[in-house]
């Protein structure tokens, strides 16, 4: 579990400094924006992973000519991230995986925020996997549900139907996706591979 985490981290920094170099500060605070839901992402984690990253070649950290250090004040300068050649090759092979690890609750929120630098068979694989995964844990639960109902009072009988509802709801949402990339893929059959970069995600 630890792995996946820090795998959904190291994606989500390579991502958002795919999109322009960052200081640490904002990346921190695009981060925040991006993992809300990721309730395992900590600021205390973002340097240890960023220094990793500088240690495997993906990244590099330069001081920001514009922030001097400050003698009387003890500020230290602040470091701009940016990719290297190798991060950006790093991130192309994380974007085109489509397996199990792309769809889990850990990281399909990351690679969703990128579904703009990703290409729309990716995309689609990615979808459709998580949708089937949805579905498995919404029969499960509902199974569950039945067999239990009888000896449940009504606030965790309430509480379960809640958290149907939300599975539904999300199933829901990747259906109408879903339906959207197959309509976009069939009108326009003959054009070749997308161009992602320079696209804004927001």
């Known amino acids: 579990m630890a792995r996946s985490r820090s795998d959904v981290l190291e994606t989500a920094i390579l991502g958002l400094l ?3 170099p960052l200081h640490g500060y904002e990346l921190r605070k695009r981060l925040n924006l991006m993992l809300g839901s ?3 992402f900590s600021y205390g984690s973002l340097y240890p992973a960023l220094k990793a990253m500088v240690a495997h070649g993906h990244i590099v950290g330069t001081e920001s000519p514009t922030t001097p250090p400050h003698a009387l004040s003890g500020k230290r300068a602040r470091i701009v991230y940016q990719l290297t050649a190798e ?7 994380v974007l085109a ?3 199990p690890a792309a769809w889990e609750d850990e990281s399909f929120d990351v690679r969703f925020a990128f579904f703009a630098q990703t290409d729309a068979e990716t995309r689609l694989r990615i979808l459709e996997g ?4 949805l579905t498995e844990r919404l029969e499960s639960v509902k199974e569950s549900a039945a067999r239990t109902r009888e000896r449940l009072d009504e606030y965790t009988l309430e509480l379960q139907r809640h958290g149907l509802e939300q599975v539904e709801r999300e199933v829901r949402w990747l259906d109408g996706l879903i339906t959207t990339e197959r309509d976009r893929r069939r009108t326009r059959p003959s054009s070749g ?3 992602h970069h320079g696209q ?3």
């Open 18 to 20: 795919n999109e322009s």
């Open 38 to 40: 990721f309730r395992a």
């Open 87 to 93: 991060g950006k090759e790093r991130l192309q092979t």
């Open 97 to 99: 995986t489509s397996g």
């Open 130 to 133: 998580r949708r089937t995964r």
């Open 193 to 195: 591979p997308e161009n």
């Open 200 to 202: 804004d995600n927001h």
